[in-house]
């Protein structure tokens, strides 16, 4: 499929996750970017994959009745999540994109599990309110984890070893954990790009630890 017939589609998809409630206002173009360029590159089995994690994430922020995200993702929430693993695609690597969206996946179940926890722990603050930022708990590292091997049979899909992407996904969560310790500390670190740096954190890892044992 030509990649302006990809961005069509994926824009035309977009709307309708605004229209139910899955995306925010005015955040289809984000999702044509992220969705139309998997979809050229990788064909349907990559284009399934974002399709997953968006149904995957929507589905865990609706069933917390805490989730900030409640009312759909921002443009630049989608941007940040899915731009780091199209870019991977595109220079060539189908680890890289699975392990950034293992990474994102991992990151939005341990936080929308993990807030619904009676407690959290924080690095600096010791124990406080589960939904803290930068904070963890044990179900949330356990969705965590979940969230990461959710994308091994993808990895299988695409004919890639699921190992790298699996420990991507675990490696770019982890990541953006510490991340949101900056979020506290500079009011200019948002959580988007937090987002961001861990999901291309996830893909590198999984790109190359499956160099490294390929």
Not at 30 to 56: M, N, Q, S, T, Y
């Amino acid at each position: 499929m030509s990649v302006a017939l990809s961005l069509l589609v994926a824009f035309g998809i977009g709307y309708l996750a605004e229209l139910a409630g899955w995306l925010r206002p005015r955040a289809a173009w984000a999702a044509a970017l992220v969705g139309g360029i998997p979809l050229a590159v990788g064909g349907l089995p990559a284009a399934l994959v974002v399709i997953f994690f968006v149904a995957a994430g929507t589905a865990a922020s609706r069933l917390n009745p805490r989730s900030r995200d409640r009312g759909g993702r921002t443009a630049f929430q989608v941007l940040a999540n899915g731009l780091p693993a199209a870019v991977g695609l595109v220079l060539g690597s189908p680890a890289f994109f699975l392990g950034a969206y293992a990474a994102a996946l991992a990151d939005t179940l341990a936080t929308e599990v993990g807030s619904r926890s009676s407690w959290a722990w924080h690095p600096l603050r010791g124990r406080v309110e589960s939904g803290t930022n930068a904070a963890v708990s044990g179900t949330g590292t356990l969705a965590l984890v979940l969230g990461a091997f959710w994308m091994a049979p993808w990895a299988l899909a695409l004919g890639i070893p699921a190992g790298p992407v699996v420990l991507g996904g675990v490696a770019g969560a982890v990541w953006d954990s510490l991340l949101g310790l900056l979020e506290d500390r500079y009011r200019w670190w948002g959580n988007d790009l937090t987002n961001l740096l861990a999901t291309g954190l996830g893909g590198f890892v999984a790109w190359a630890v499956s160099r490294l044992t390929g």
